[in-house]
């Protein structure tokens, strides 16, 4: 690798001259070159999906072929007498195999078959981690053969004890569409994040709802709860409520006003109910017009289509989190760790300095806003996780997962949150990373990505495009890529002169 550029390789390492009219395709994954989190990594998993029709991939670390994956899977005999199985084709030598972590069958599953039996369709779950050394990687997933390769995402992750923050946003997500898919294959990947903190904020396309009210949002709302939180796997949940935000037409405004007031009503209420913690976001924005006093902030906050902030915005909220979250960890600590004289992390005076000058731009109103917890126990679990990672304690790592729409969908709430969380604890890694560019805005501090080829994304808001399989198969992440191979070469246009 000279100077961030791959040489091209063939199946056996070998450089590879390249082919005429043919495109590079492949996705790319590394660690960041600057900053205090980012900049290692010890392993990272693949997530998948195996299906008769599955493309190979190849895998590269820093430009050298780490292995080949195969996510085809042979169809089941037919039911014939005196029939034998189809042999699986064994894996060669040559290409050193990565370790399979997890398989899931996903049809024995529909079928409520506790053996997971291959059935008629033969679509698996599969995840592949790859070991590295730790330090600085580039990791390069190239798709070879025929077939289509589809892929959920990649996890980055470290081995020492620190906090891990994945941001599952999708735009366009509601309480009733955002984990619409195979309910096996989201609790299988959520299975893998481990998550002991869930952050939700949704409630800004439902108040877009007409027909919505709050009988029904709040069924959606504890349905969806119940669905991400298990009896087996309870993490603490944080929910947010839905932000200030209005239209440039008044009376579409005051009915985005009185629809809105009933979701954060509502989801006060099921936080309460499912002992979850809230946190009112409408406050901590300054209250009513508060998105019109950031949109004429300088710098600005919000744009101009009164829903949506700025990066700035974003991070705005995300450092009042961390705030609101490690003054409840002090006082977690206080009654508990005296003689142990475990304090939360402090910031130091030039940092507490700068942040004071950044807040001086803010707009009147905004400002730190209280947890709303009832019971007083809502981060319990959370908290006794954090203290494993301040304590140094071998293999203890804190995972938080944001899962919401558009307004978590780009990483400047959930980066600032980990940027926070991660100086104070220490870096255990960046977390989950959709595969490609699903839309325009995305993108993820603190990690560097690329993607190269006619790569296809199928998530909420591609659904009914006739391209896309249909399937409801997103994942946890929400988002699913994939690319049919080969590609044929470009041809040229028939209105173009030939000279």
Same mark, same amino acid.
């Given at each position: 690798m000279r100077n961030n550029k791959v040489t091209r390789v063939d199946s056996t390492g070998k450089p590879a001259p390249p082919t005429p009219g043919v495109m590079a395709t492949h996705f790319?994954?590394?660690?960041?070159?600057?900053?205090?989190?980012?900049?290692?990594?010890?392993?990272?998993?693949?997530?998948?999906?195996?299906?008769?029709?599955?493309?190979?991939?190849?895998?590269?670390?820093?430009?050298?072929?780490?292995?080949?994956?195969?996510t085809r899977t042979l169809p089941p005999p037919p039911n014939r007498l005196g029939s034998r199985p189809r042999a699986r084709p064994r894996p060669n030598p040559k290409h050193r195999t990565l370790r399979r972590v997890a398989r899931l069958d996903l049809e024995a599953t529909d079928t409520g078959r506790r053996r997971l039996a291959r059935t008629a369709t033969g679509r698996f779950f599969e995840a592949r981690r790859i070991r590295l050394k730790r330090g600085k990687h580039r990791v390069e997933l190239r798709p070879v053969g025929r077939g289509t390769l589809r892929l959920f995402g990649v996890v980055m992750r470290r081995h020492r004890p620190g906090v891990v923050v994945h941001n599952l946003g999708v735009p366009g997500a509601q309480v009733a569409n955002v984990s619409p898919g195979h309910k096996a294959l989201i609790r299988a990947q959520l299975k893998r994040l481990k998550p002991d903190l869930l952050v939700m904020m949704l409630g800004t396309n439902d108040a877009f709802d007409r027909g919505l009210t709050a009988k029904r949002f709040e069924r959606r709302l504890t349905r969806l709860l119940q669905r991400l939180r298990t009896k087996r796997a309870k993490p603490d949940c944080l929910i947010l409520g839905a932000p200030d935000f209005g239209s440039k037409k008044w009376r579409r405004a005051r009915r985005l006003r009185a629809q809105a007031a009933m979701v954060r009503k509502v989801q006060r209420k099921v936080a309460k109910a499912e002992g979850c913690v809230y946190w009112d976001v409408f406050s901590a924005m300054g209250g009513r017009g508060s998105i019109r006093r950031l949109i004429r902030a300088r710098p600005r906050l919000a744009y101009k289509d009164r829903v949506h902030l700025t990066r700035r915005g974003y991070r705005a909220l995300g450092s009042l989190i961390h705030e609101e979250l490690m003054r409840r960890y002090a006082r977690y600590l206080k009654p508990r760790f005296r003689r142990l004289r475990l304090l939360a992390p402090h910031r130091s005076d030039e940092e507490v300095r700068k942040e004071q000058e950044d807040r001086r731009n803010w707009p009147t109103g905004m400002g730190s806003t209280?947890?709303?917890?009832?019971? !007083?126990?809502?981060?319990?679990?959370?908290?006794?996780?954090?203290?494993?990672?301040?304590?140094?304690?071998?293999?203890?790592?804190?995972?938080?997962?944001?899962?919401?729409?558009?307004?978590?969908?780009?990483?400047?709430?959930?980066?600032?949150?980990?940027?926070?969380?991660?100086?104070?604890?220490?870096?255990? !890694?960046? !977390?989950?990373?959709?595969? !490609?560019?699903p839309w325009s805005a995305y993108r993820h501090r603190h990690v560097r990505y690329s993607i190269h080829g006619p790569w296809k994304y199928y998530y909420i808001l591609t659904w009914n495009k006739p391209i896309q399989p249909r399937d409801w198969l997103y994942g946890a992440g929400g988002v699913s890529s994939w690319i049919t191979v080969p590609i044929s070469p470009k041809k040229p246009s028939p209105n173009r002169k030939q000279r």
């Open positions: 790319s994954f590394a660690t960041a070159t600057r900053g205090l989190t980012g900049r290692s990594i010890d392993d990272a998993e693949i997530w998948y999906l195996a299906h008769p029709a599955g493309a190979c991939m190849e895998v590269f670390v820093d430009g050298k072929l780490r292995g080949r994956v195969s209280p947890f709303v917890d009832p019971l !007083g126990k809502g981060l319990d679990r959370f908290f006794r996780r954090l203290v494993l990672v301040q304590r140094r304690a071998k293999r203890s790592r804190v995972r938080i997962v944001v899962m919401g729409d558009s307004h978590t969908a780009g990483d400047s709430l959930a980066g600032e949150l980990r940027y926070q969380l991660q100086r104070a604890f220490g870096d255990g !890694g960046h !977390g989950y990373l959709h595969v !490609g560019k």
